[in-house]
C-alpha cells in the first residue's frame, strides 16, 4: 500500500512480520570500524554490567559487589577531586559565585581569566579550534616551568577532548598511501589499545615493537630496528608512539633510553608521538620523569629544528583524576607550516574541545603557587593522592609476588599492575574449546567468582605464550587489600583446579 497523508490510521493495516532489508548491516558497515577492538571497555566489562543487573536484582552470587579495576577511573573509585580545580570550574559555569565569599580570591582571578576568554564571558559559547588563547599561554608557560626553561610555543599548543582526540587527530593527518607505501605507525607491546583501534580505524599498518619484560618493560632500541626493519617489507613506517610512564606495563624511561629513541627517530625519520599523561605518576626511588621535548632540546639543535614530536598530556590521570571533563593538550614542534594549517582544519570540524575541559586543564598546568591563599590546601591534597598511589603500587607488587604463578615488575609509574600469570596447559585447552583467549578465560572466571573485573593482557598484546592482566591501583588501600587477597585466593584454586 502506497502512504498518503489522508488515510485514516484505522485503514493504514501494518503487517509487523513484513520489514524490508536494513540499509546498515554488518556486511555493509565500515569495514574499519568493525576491525575496531578496545579491550578496556570490551567483552569482559560487558559481562560485569550483566552481572551488576544480576546482583541488582537479588539474584545470588559469592560477591556482593562488582569491583571495576579495569579502568583508570580515579574519582569513580573513590579518589576525592582537588577542591581548588572545582573551585575554578564551578566559578566559570555558574559566574554569579564570583561575588561569593565563600570562594578564595586566587580561584576567582583564575576563574575570571578564563572567563574573559570566553565569547559572551561565558563558558557555553564555542571557543577557538585551538582551544582558548589564554589557556594555551598558560601551558606554555607550564610546559617552560616543568623542562626547567626549554621555550614553548602557545601557537604549538593544542587543546583537545583528552589526550586521546589529539592522538587520533595526530595520526589521521599522518596516515597516507596504498599497498607497500601505506603508513606503518610503530606501537609498543604491551600497548594502551587506544593505539591499535585508532590505526585499525584508519586503516593503517600496525607495527608492533616489544617492551622487555625480564627487564622491567624496558624499550630497546634494537628492537625497534628489528621492527622497523621487518616492516619496511611491507609498508612504510613513519610514526613511533612511546607512552612514558608506560600503560599498561607502569615502567619510567630514563634519560639514557629516551635520548636513544631520539637519536633512533632522527636517524630513521620517523615523527615522534610522546604519550605523556602519567607524567605525575612517578613513585619508585631512582625514577624521574623526563619529557621528551626537554631531552631532545637538550641534545641540540641537529635534533632539536628537525625531529617532529607531538607529546600529549591531560586532566584525567595524575593526582586530578577528572577523567569526565575531558580535558587535555598536545604540543606539536617541528610541523610545516602548511601542515600545521590542515591541522587547525581538521580540527575545527569538530568545532572545539568542551570548555569546561579546556578550564579544568587550565587549573592543572597553572595551580596556586607559594603565597597564594589555596596554595597551603592544593598542595595536601595533591601529595596525599599521589603518596597513596605510591603506597598501592608498592602494595600491589609485593602482594602479587607472593602468589605462587604470578610475577609483577615494579609499578614504577602509573596507575595499573599488569602482572605475568601461569596459566596451565588444561585451562589453555579449556579456553580453546570455548573459543577464547587463555588470559580471557582466566579473567571471565576470575569475574564470576569474584565480581572483580580486570582485563586480559591479551587486550593491549603480548609476547606469545606469555599471559597476563592489567588491574588499576586506584581503589581504596583497604579494598585493594581485598581485591588482592580474592585474587590470591582464585588464583591457587585455579591452578589447583587445571593441574
Not at 475 to 490: A, Y
Request: net charge neutral; charged share 25%; with cysteine.
Amino acid at each position: 500500500m502506497r502512504w498518503s497523508s489522508a488515510a485514516k490510521p484505522s485503514a493504514v493495516k501494518i503487517n509487523e512480520k513484513a520489514s524490508r532489508e536494513k540499509i546498515l548491516t554488518l556486511e555493509s558497515m565500515n569495514p574499519q570500524v568493525k576491525a575496531v577492538e578496545y579491550a578496556v571497555r570490551g567483552p569482559i566489562v560487558l559481562k560485569a554490567g550483566e552481572i551488576e543487573k544480576e546482583l541488582r536484582k537479588g539474584i545470588k552470587k559469592p560477591f556482593t559487589e562488582v569491583i571495576k579495576a579495569n579502568i583508570g577511573d580515579a574519582h569513580a573509585m573513590g579518589q576525592r577531586p582537588i577542591t581548588f580545580l572545582r573551585q575554578v570550574v564551578a566559578l566559570c559555569t555558574y559566574p554569579n559565585l564570583l561575588d561569593s565569599p565563600s570562594f578564595p580570591e586566587d580561584a576567582k582571578k583564575r576563574a575570571r581569566r578564563i572567563l574573559q576568554g570566553c565569547g559572551g564571558n561565558s563558558l557555553g559559547s564555542y571557543t577557538a579550534s585551538q582551544g582558548i588563547n589564554c589557556i594555551r599561554e598558560d601551558v606554555a608557560s607550564y610546559i617552560e616551568r616543568r623542562d626547567g626553561g626549554v621555550p614553548a610555543d602557545p601557537d604549538n599548543i593544542y587543546l583537545t577532548t583528552g589526550a586521546s582526540d589529539g592522538i587520533s587527530a595526530i595520526l589521521k593527518i599522518l596516515i597516507s598511501g596504498g599497498g607497500k607505501s601505506r603508513t606503518g605507525v610503530m606501537i609498543p607491546i604491551p600497548q594502551y589499545p587506544l593505539y591499535s583501534a585508532a590505526i585499525s580505524e584508519l586503516d593503517a599498518i600496525q607495527v608492533n615493537y616489544y617492551l622487555d619484560e625480564e627487564n622491567c618493560w624496558a624499550l630497546n632500541v634494537n628492537e625497534l630496528r628489528r621492527a622497523l626493519n621487518e616492516a619496511k617489507a611491507y609498508c612504510n613506517p613513519k610514526v613511533l608512539c612511546i607512552i612514558n610512564p608506560g600503560n599498561p606495563t607502569g615502567q619510567v624511561q630514563n634519560r639514557k633510553c629516551i635520548e636513544d629513541v631520539i637519536h633512533f627517530a632522527w636517524e630513521e625519520k620517523l615523527f615522534l608521538l610522546a604519550d605523556e599523561v602519567y607524567q605525575d605518576n612517578v613513585y619508585s626511588e631512582g625514577c624521574q620523569f623526563h619529557s621528551f621535548k626537554k631531552i631532545l632540546y637538550e641534545m641540540g639543535p641537529e635534533y632539536y629544528n628537525n625531529v617532529e614530536l607531538a607529546s600529549f598530556h591531560s586532566t584525567s590521570k595524575g593526582y586530578m583524576g577528572e577523567c569526565g571533563y575531558r580535558g587535555g593538550y598536545m604540543e606539536v614542534i617541528n610541523l610545516h607550516p602548511e601542515i600545521k594549517g590542515q591541522l587547525i582544519k581538521l580540527l575545527s570540524v569538530r568545532l572545539c574541545p568542551p570548555v569546561s575541559g579546556q578550564a579544568a586543564m587550565d587549573i592543572v598546568v597553572n595551580p596556586p603557587v607559594p603565597g597564594e591563599e589555596s596554595y597551603a590546601q592544593f598542595i595536601k591534597e595533591k601529595e596525599s593522592v599521589l603518596n597513596n598511589l605510591a603506597k598501592k603500587a608498592k602494595l600491589t607488587e609485593d602482594l602479587f609476588n607472593k602468589i605462587p604463578g604470578v610475577h609483577c615488575n615494579p609499578l614504577q609509574g602509573a596507575m595499573y599492575a599488569f602482572p605475568r600469570i601461569f596459566i596451565p596447559s588444561k585451562a589453555i585447552e579449556e579456553a580453546k574449546a570455548h573459543k577464547m583467549a587463555p588470559d580471557m578465560f582466566y579473567c571471565m572466571k576470575l569475574l564470576e567468582e569474584t565480581g572483580i573485573c580486570v582485563v586480559p593482557g591479551s587486550g593491549f598484546g603480548q609476547r606469545e605464550g606469555t599471559y597476563h592482566f592489567r588491574m588499576t591501583i586506584l581503589p581504596p588501600v583497604e579494598k585493594l587489600k581485598i581485591l588482592l587477597e580474592k585474587v590470591k585466593d582464585f588464583h591457587i584454586k585455579f591452578l589447583e583446579k587445571y593441574a
